[in-house]
């Protein structure tokens, strides 16, 4: 086949054609590891190859995605399509066949946004439906749903054992902490007046038996603790030792730090991080970096002394903050200049750019297992 072809016009005007520049792209297998990157002009999830910071392909996802993960597996990768608290579905990829697989239909749970994959389950908010629940993949079923009461619950992060959840509510100006306990056992009703007859000594007709199901399981429950924190409440990370949890407050600019065991606010730091996206630790904890929607710096904080340490140069505003697992970069997805920032963790520099789609926002990681 000839690698072009000429077509001649009147005037002795030429327009050649590449037959190559045509054809599509050869796909490339995902790699073992990768990076997700959401576009949320472009409505897609771009895989990268984090080893050459190449984008490898590209899947279709709804209008307005906001948050991305990965399962346990690293096979399949789950979409937040948030619209301001009025979609109701999450996209659904094949990261392995690059390709979108059906929605899942949240019904009712309207403003999918925060999203995390624990213990099997994917867990997410519905902020407008003032609420969190978890999907399981395996049944293809939503199996638990909570109201938290609060105005815009945007945010989550489910511990390991999956035993306490922590949210933040934006509007609300406040940090859910729901915790699963036992309930109380029922008390047994009261004994019926005493009756002659067989089996009244025993607990028969006429006992005073206990009611069904009260010798049983223990039945669990979740408690909710609310903790008033800075206005505008939204990026928070957990402390890799479990202990403290940090959120960044947009509207005042500050770091609101909770003591997790004590669940109250122990300090309050003026970061000046106005307008603040997200916050996360680094791998390590020694380090929590904070982007903004309005400024161009990202603010670094040093988590043991709690006192600014840099403010990097990365663009004219940013969300999305990943640290890469074995804590050698962070990724920040800077929306209004179209890139991903790569950030190396030991010199705190900026050393390249990820061409991943328009306005660049939600990040995760993927590991095939």
């Not at 970096?289 to 670094?300: M, P």
């Not at 600014?308 to 997805?333: C, N, T, Y």
């Amino acid at each position: 086949m000839p690698a072009g072809f000429r077509c001649f016009l009147p005037g002795g005007v030429v327009l050649a054609f590449s037959l190559t520049a045509m054809q599509p792209a050869i796909a490339q297998t995902t790699p073992q590891q990768s990076l997700l990157v959401l576009s949320k002009h472009d409505h897609a999830l771009s895989i990268v190859d984090p080893a050459t910071l190449k984008v490898i392909a590209h899947a279709p996802v709804g209008q307005d995605p906001h948050e991305v993960i990965a399962s346990s597996d690293g096979k399949t990768a789950y979409v937040s399509i948030y619209g301001g608290g009025a979609f109701h579905v999450l996209s659904v990829i094949d990261l392995v066949g690059q390709k979108a697989l059906p929605d899942i239909d949240l019904g009712a749970l309207n403003g999918p946004h925060g999203l995390t994959f624990v213990g099997g389950k994917l867990w997410f908010t519905a902020e407008g439906a003032k609420a969190i629940g978890s999907y399981d993949p395996a049944s293809g079923k939503i199996d638990w749903i909570m109201g938290t009461g609060q105005n815009r619950t945007h945010m989550i992060y489910v511990t390991a054992d999956q035993k306490q959840i922590y949210t933040t509510n934006v509007a609300s100006a406040t940090v859910s902490i729901l915790e699963k306990t036992a309930r109380p056992p029922m008390a047994p009703p009261p004994p019926p007046k005493m009756q002659h007859g067989p089996g009244a000594a025993n607990g028969g007709p006429g006992g005073p038996g206990l009611g069904p199901g009260m010798n049983g399981p223990p039945q669990m429950d979740w408690t909710q603790t609310v903790i008033p924190v800075g206005k505008g409440d939204e990026g928070f990370d957990v402390s890799p030792d479990g202990r403290e949890l940090w959120t960044a407050d947009a509207q005042d600019g500050t770091i609101s730090i909770v003591d997790i065991p004590g669940k109250k606010v122990v300090a309050t730091l003026p970061a000046k991080v106005f307008g603040a996206n997200r916050l996360k630790f680094t791998t390590d904890g020694k380090l929590a970096l904070i982007s903004s929607l309005r400024d161009a710096d990202l603010v670094i904080y040093d988590t043991s002394s709690r006192k600014e340490v840099k403010r990097v140069k990365i663009g004219h505003g940013a969300a999305g903050i990943l640290m890469q697992p074995d804590g050698a970069r962070a990724f920040i997805s800077c929306g209004p200049d179209n890139y991903v920032a790569v950030l190396d963790l030991k010199t705190l520099e900026v050393t390249g750019h990820i061409d991943a789609g328009g306005e660049p926002d939600g990040l995760a990681w993927a590991v095939q297992q």
